[in-house]
């Protein structure tokens, strides 16, 4: 059974400070990888995906991906109360259609 | 703008009466997903679509059935839903539906089961 593992947090950290949240997978396999931000009672909203080894940046938010290791992460600079949500990990699975997903992790940016 | 829109955004019924959730896209997107999500939970696919072509998850229950009358529009019907069916259900389309391709999702319907 493949798995996406994310500690459901909460996470708590100060305004302005980095966020780091993380997310290990099982299958060695995997290629892609997404981050999803969801706020409660919202849907998902993709924020990241990243296919490669190394980091990879938009805006405030940064994936780092290590594939030997197998975890995928999202640091999130300058941290908002605005980016309070729950993020959730997806990662392809065996099959086209097929994502794998993470329970989320809660992250509370306090003022 | 392109989007994913659900409708109704919230469905109250009563427990065994049948319910239908609708979803539209504006993508073209070949694809159509319906997610389950309970409260703290991850995203649980119950079936999809590529064109006109349905994939049931094999743990997905007879009580939960879909319709996608053309490439625009995907129902999820509950035949005779249960307090456990209480949840969030999830509309999501992506282009081709190829090996980890972004999946865009609509708003949600939250579903209560009285």
């Known amino acids: 059974q493949k798995e996406v593992e994310q500690n459901s947090g909460p996470l708590s950290v100060p305004e302005g400070a980095i966020a780091s949240l993380n997310c290990t997978y099982s299958?060695?396999?995997?290629?892609?990888f997404f981050w999803y931000r969801q706020y409660s009672g919202k849907s998902p909203e993709l924020i990241m995906f990243?296919?490669s080894n190394g980091d990879k940046e938009d805006g405030r938010f940064t994936a780092q991906l290590n594939k030997a290791s197998q975890y995928v992460s999202l640091l999130i600079r300058d941290s908002q109360p605005s980016d309070s949500a729950t993020y959730l990990c997806?990662?392809?699975?065996?099959?086209?259609?097929?994502?794998?997903w993470g329970a989320g992790t809660k992250l509370i940016i306090k003022p | 703008d392109a989007m994913v829109i659900q409708n109704p955004r919230y469905q109250v019924t009563q427990f065994g009466k049948p319910v239908t959730l609708s979803c539209s896209q504006t993508?073209?997107?070949?694809?159509m997903y319906w997610y389950q999500q309970k409260s703290s939970q991850a995203p649980k696919l119950l079936f999809h679509?590529?064109?006109?072509?349905?994939?049931n998850e094999a743990d997905t229950p007879d009580n939960f059935q879909s319709r996608r009358p053309n490439t625009s529009f995907c129902f999820l019907d509950i035949r005779s839903p249960g307090l456990g069916d209480a949840a969030m259900y999830l509309c999501?389309?992506?282009?081709?539906?190829?090996?980890?391709?972004?999946?865009?999702f609509g708003p949600g319907t939250r579903l209560l089961v009285l």
């Open positions: 997806a990662v392809n699975g065996d099959s086209n259609y097929q994502l794998i």
């Open positions: 999501a389309t992506s282009r081709d539906g190829g090996r980890g391709e972004t999946q865009y």
């Open positions: 299958d060695r396999g995997s290629q892609s």
């Open positions: 993508l073209n997107h070949n694809v």
């Open positions: 679509y590529y064109d006109k072509d349905f994939n």
């Open positions: 990243i296919y």
